[in-house]
């Protein structure tokens, strides 16, 4: 069973335009990138993974992830679903028999958390990581790649839920703060903070 992971992130200058009242399109970039590293050293780390790929339309964040030790795809269709949907193809032709997709923005994520994520997948083949309100998905792991389709954005995670129902998929939900802590609001980052601080 060979294992890849894939990381989708947007181009610097558009991403986490939820935080750009509150930070200069400088700290935006540089907080993506931060929280890029530590989803990549997590995913390396754990040594589940044959290899890691990013997908992103940005040369800087292509040319950072290649110094990171993750390979680095083109995004060649626009947008998060058809980006993610042209690499998993490309993961696919490669041999990829497994593919989780992760957000590049789970500072608190551990090793653990991806850990869990890979031995539910042994019994399901579909495994959905959610966000902090429930609604969202953070994670995808679909044994194999692309057996069901990528439907993120608003409530995505019960359109994933459905889509796999509809196709006779087995499903399984997962919750874990690493993998659920997203930061899109400044309430998040005021969250990050607060657990940094309980836990220094
Ligand atoms: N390659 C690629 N990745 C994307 C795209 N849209 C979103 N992503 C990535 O998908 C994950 C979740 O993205 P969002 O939370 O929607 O976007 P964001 O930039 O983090 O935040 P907002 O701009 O505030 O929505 C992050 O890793 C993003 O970088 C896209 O069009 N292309
Ligand atoms: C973050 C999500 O999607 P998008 O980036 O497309 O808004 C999601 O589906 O939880």
Not at 62 to 86: F, S
Not at 106 to 113: E, M, N, R
């Amino acid at each position: 069973m060979k294992y890849t992971a894939l990381v989708p992130v947007k181009s610097l200058e558009e991403a986490k335009s939820r935080l750009a009242a509150h930070l200069t399109p400088t700290q935006r970039a540089s907080l993506m990138l931060d929280m890029l590293h530590h989803v990549l050293s997590t995913l390396q780390e754990s040594q589940l993974f044959d290899h890691v790929s990013v997908v992103s339309a940005d040369p800087r964040v292509l040319q950072k992830a290649q110094a990171w030790h993750a390979q680095a795809l083109v995004e060649t269709q626009a947008g998060h679903n058809p980006a993610l949907t042209a690499a998993a193809m490309y993961e696919r032709q490669q041999g990829a028999s497994a593919l989780l997709t992760i957000s590049a923005d789970l500072p608190l994520l551990q090793v653990d958390d991806v850990h869990q994520l890979v031995v539910r997948s042994k019994s399901y083949d579909v495994v959905i990581a959610t966000s902090q309100d429930g609604s969202g998905t953070n994670a995808l792991l679909t044994r194999p790649p692309l057996v069901l389709p990528y439907l993120f954005g608003i409530n995505s995670r019960y359109r994933h839920q459905r889509e796999a129902e509809r196709l006779n998929l087995s499903c399984s939900v997962q919750s874990s703060l690493g993998l659920a802590l997203d930061i899109d609001t400044i309430e998040d980052i005021t969250a990050l903070q607060r657990y940094e601080y309980a836990h220094q």
